[in-house]
Nanobody
Framework: QVQLVESGGGLVQPGGSLKLSCAAS????????MAWYRQALGKQRELVAS???????NYADYVKGRFTISRDDARKMEYLEMNSLKPEDTAVYYC?????????WGPGTQVTVSS
C-alpha cells in the first residue's frame, strides 16, 4: 500500500521558517520524481518545487531563494525548507510522487503564516 505522509506544518510569524517532511512507504522511492504543491483557500493547487530522481530541482518563481527542496532516498523522505515566510505562503502543502503514469499524493499539512 502506497502512503505519503506530510509533517512539519504549523503557525509561524512572517519572516519565520518551517521545514516540511514527507515520508513515503510502499514505493521504490528512488525511482520517483518528487514534488511539493500547495493550495490556498479558494485557489487552485500549484507547484511549489520539484526534485527529480537525479536531483534536478525546479522552483516556482515566488519561492526561489526562499525555499529549498531535498530528498533522502535511503530514508524515503522528501523535504521542503521554507525561509522568509510570507502571509501569502499560507496554504495546505502536499507531497507528490511521480513515476511514469503513476502519481501519488499525501493528505497535506497546513502552513499558516500570520502575526
Amino acid at each position: 500500500q502506497v502512503q505519503l505522509v506530510e509533517s512539519g506544518g504549523g503557525l509561524v510569524q512572517p519572516g519565520g521558517s518551517l521545514k516540511l517532511s514527507c515520508a513515503a512507504s510502499g514505493i521504490t522511492f528512488s525511482f520517483y520524481d518528487m514534488a511539493w504543491y500547495r493550495q490556498a483557500l479558494g485557489k487552485q493547487r500549484e507547484l511549489v518545487a520539484s526534485i527529480t530522481r537525479d536531483r534536478v530541482t525546479n522552483y516556482a518563481d515566488y519561492v526561489k531563494g526562499r525555499f529549498t527542496i531535498s530528498r533522502d532516498d535511503a530514508r524515503k523522505m522528501e523535504y521542503l525548507e521554507m525561509n522568509s515566510l510570507k502571509p501569502e505562503d499560507t496554504a495546505v502543502y502536499y507531497c507528490k510522487a511521480h513515476w511514469g503514469s503513476l502519481d501519488y499524493w499525501g493528505p497535506g499539512t497546513q502552513v499558516t503564516v500570520s502575526s
